[in-house]
């Protein structure tokens, strides 16, 4: 059963009604924030939208931001027990409109600050996720951030399309009450010595390459610049041709900003449709809007001409075997390389720790940061550079129940 999309009073109280208020409710699990959405819900039956709004903010200050971007369809909603009858909730739906009805107050006052004093590097989702939930109970936190503006890849990378608004919305609730020191690059953990506890959440930092030929001309960049340069000052790019090599999220936010200043876009991804990554939602909005996607086929070589773009060769696959992913390997097929016309190469395959980050902390075989508890200070690691990309709400997630490792630690008065 199609339903209309919710953006009415009327609209939200009929799908808040389709709710069956499960007991032990599995959208509540499959939440990484733990959201209480039959509460939530039940608050827009009764017509109190600011309990609402405040169901979701006391589980995640990101609410207007996730409301935006997250990805429902395959977290909460996916589990949803109505679609075992028609059609699933539409959590999503209800928790824009909720946050659209309402603007984020400001937090509470916060008790005083007690002995103990944290630092946290970065501030991102999981770095503020933590930050705000010591601060709220006493802990003397201050948060280091490398960047001018506060808000990690929300801030920096993703579309302001997507975000602009929804971030700034969340952030006026509670960031200048934390103590946040921007522009600072923390290069080494004898930085922060003078602190009891670190906690390390300093997302990815460098961007994984394709280590092919042609992969240093200009006009070939990773997405992660592509965004950060095109955030503040959209391109011009009529009648470029651009080839985005990946099949992530990042891959269709590069994809969707260079469609809209004009390019003629072709996103290239080594596995099949089913293989992908990003989220269905996003792929369909990026092929309404006239961007093509090729599957089973990878870059080999980047033509050029004067040091810039002139072309991509591009070499078929065909699925393999099963690997760590789950997913077939993607194996070249004997025969001869496609070549495509292109202007300009986006490369989005990925990204890891960069080496010259904190090289105190250890890292895991896969590369990862890895928390040292037995140290002094005590440090604690926490986001993507901990487990590679994620979510926004399984960021902020994260920090929140580092932050609850460092209160109870504060309690044992160690």
């Not at 602190?195 to 997405?223: C, H, M, Q, R, T």
């Not at 900003?257 to 004009?262: C, D, F, K, S, T």
């Not at 992908?276 to 092929?287: C, G, K, Q, S, Y």
């Not at 809007?289 to 040091?307: D, Q, S, T």
Request: charged share 25%; with cysteine; aromatic share 6%.
């Amino acid at each position: 059963m199609s339903l209309p999309p919710v953006t009415t009073q009327t609209q939200a109280l009929t799908e808040a009604w389709r709710c069956l208020q499960c007991f032990d409710a599995p959208c509540i699990a499959a939440c990484p924030a733990n959201v209480h959405i039959p509460r939530f819900i039940r608050m827009i039956r009764s017509g109190n939208l600011t309990g609402a709004s405040e169901e979701l903010r006391s589980a995640n200050a990101f609410i207007t931001l996730c409301g935006a971007v997250c990805p429902s369809s395959v977290l909460c909603r996916s589990h949803c027990t109505r679609g075992r009858m028609d059609d699933s909730i539409r959590i999503g739906d209800l928790h824009q409109f909720v946050t659209a009805s309402v603007k984020a107050k400001t937090f509470p006052n916060w008790p005083e600050k007690k002995d103990k004093r944290v630092a946290v590097v970065g501030s991102g989702p999981a770095g503020l996720g933590c930050a705000l939930t010591l601060a709220r109970q006493g802990i003397d936190v201050t948060v280091f951030e490398k960047e001018s503006k506060v808000g990690g890849i929300p801030a920096c990378e993703i579309p302001k399309a997507r975000a602009e608004n929804p971030l700034e919305e969340d952030l006026r609730a509670f960031v200048d009450r934390l103590k946040i020191v921007t522009s600072k690059k923390i290069r080494s953990l004898k930085d922060l010595r003078e602190f009891d506890v670190i906690f390390v959440a300093v997302g990815l930092g460098k961007p994984a390459i394709l280590g092919i030929e042609g992969e240093y001309l200009a006009n070939v960049e990773s997405a992660s610049s592509f965004l950060r340069r095109t955030r503040e000052k959209p391109p011009a790019l009529a009648r470029e041709k651009v080839i985005v090599v990946g099949g992530g999220n990042t891959a269709m936010d590069a994809a969707l900003v260079a469609r809209q200043a004009g390019a003629d876009v072709t996103v290239v991804y080594r596995r099949r449709y089913v293989d992908l990554p990003a989220w269905e939602e996003e792929v369909e909005e990026v092929t309404a809007k006239g961007v093509v996607v090729r599957f089973l086929e990878n870059p080999v070589r980047i033509a050029g001409e004067g040091g810039r773009v002139k072309a991509v060769d591009l070499q078929r696959q065909q699925p393999g075997e099963i690997d760590a992913s789950g997913r077939p390997t993607p194996i070249p097929v004997d025969a001869p390389p496609i070549r495509l016309d292109a202007t300009r190469v986006i490369v989005a395959i990925g990204a890891r720790v960069g080496e010259a980050i904190l090289p105190e902390i250890p890292r895991s075989d896969a590369g990862w940061l890895v928390p040292n508890e037995s140290s002094t200070p005590r440090v604690y690691v926490g986001g993507d550079a901990a487990r590679g990309e994620g979510t926004i709400v399984g960021a902020f997630a994260e920090g929140r129940r580092v932050a609850e490792e460092i209160i109870q630690y504060s309690k044992e008065g160690k």
